[in-house]
């Protein structure tokens, strides 16, 4: 009788605990962890969450200041999604690291601008004037391509979002390019004529594309639609997750929109 009776509790706990690992469970699958650049994804994020509650989903966003670990991290599952970074560069990171990470929502984009530092002007860029620019792939040719559209520079026909300095085939001026971690480049302005800077990073400054930059990139080119909204990314095989789903759907909410709009004042641009 003993042993039956200690069988009988045996079996009572496991279905208790089994029974809690169940409502545990349930509540995890509820809370989705998303990846993010300090700003603006994270502070976008913030309006995101307060959407996302009235689906009865917690969002935990856990901010970078790298633009690698947030894609190893939804790689390996430890995240659900990550928000940092342009489509141009999300593909590069998978052929280059052999990841599976796709875009599943074009949320904001954010103009690349040229930006004054000795020089206050680009009528007054002197011979020989230096430029700060992204030191990675997909930057360096967007800030190149800026360049050439401001007739600065001239680089051939078919080189696209794939150029580097060495493609510069005319630099009427002797522009001396400065390459550097794109994070770098708006905090040596005072070292350097003109600077060509991403927008969070101008952000992060305090500097806004729309009232301090010299020049900005076009958002209605083919190219920017292209290649540099930012996206929420997920692991392939994870588009049609039902949290996944929620998520989208809260990000690209008229909620989030008008967030962006009055917060950015045209330094961050919704495309949804």
Known sequence: MKKLTALFLVLALSAGFLGGCGQKDGAEDKVI??????????E?????????????????IVEF?????????????????????HQ???????????THLVGVADV?????????????????LPDGASVAVPNDTTNEARALLL??????????????????????ISNPKNLQFVEMEAAQVPKVLSDVDIAVVNGNYAIQEG????????????????????????????????EDNEAV?????????????????????GAVVPVF
């Open 33 to 42: 962890r998303v990846g993010a650049s300090v700003t603006p994804h994270a």
């Open 44 to 60: 976008i994020l913030k309006a995101v969450e307060e959407v996302l509650k009235e689906e009865g989903y917690t969002l935990e």
């Open 65 to 85: 200041t790298d633009y690698v670990q947030p894609n190893l991290n939804v790689e390996s599952g430890d995240l659900d999604a990550n928000y940092f970074q």
């Open 88 to 98: 141009k560069y999300l593909g590069q990171f998978n052929e280059e690291n052999g």
């Open 108 to 124: 904001h984009y954010e103009p690349l601008g040229v930006y004054p530092g000795k020089t206050s002007s680009l009528d007054a």
């Open 147 to 168: 360049l050439q559209e401001l007739g600065l520079i001239e680089l051939p026909e078919d080189v696209g979002v794939e150029a580097t300095v060495i493609d510069i």
């Open 207 to 238: 500097l806004n594309a729309s009232s301090d930059a010299l020049a900005i990139e076009d958002k209605d080119s083919d190219v920017i639609r292209s290649y540099y909204v930012n996206v929420l990314a997920v692991k392939e095989g994870n």
């Open 245 to 265: 789903k929620a998520l989208i759907k809260a990000m690209t909410s008229d909620t989030v929109r008008d967030f962006i709009n009055e917060k950015y004042d």
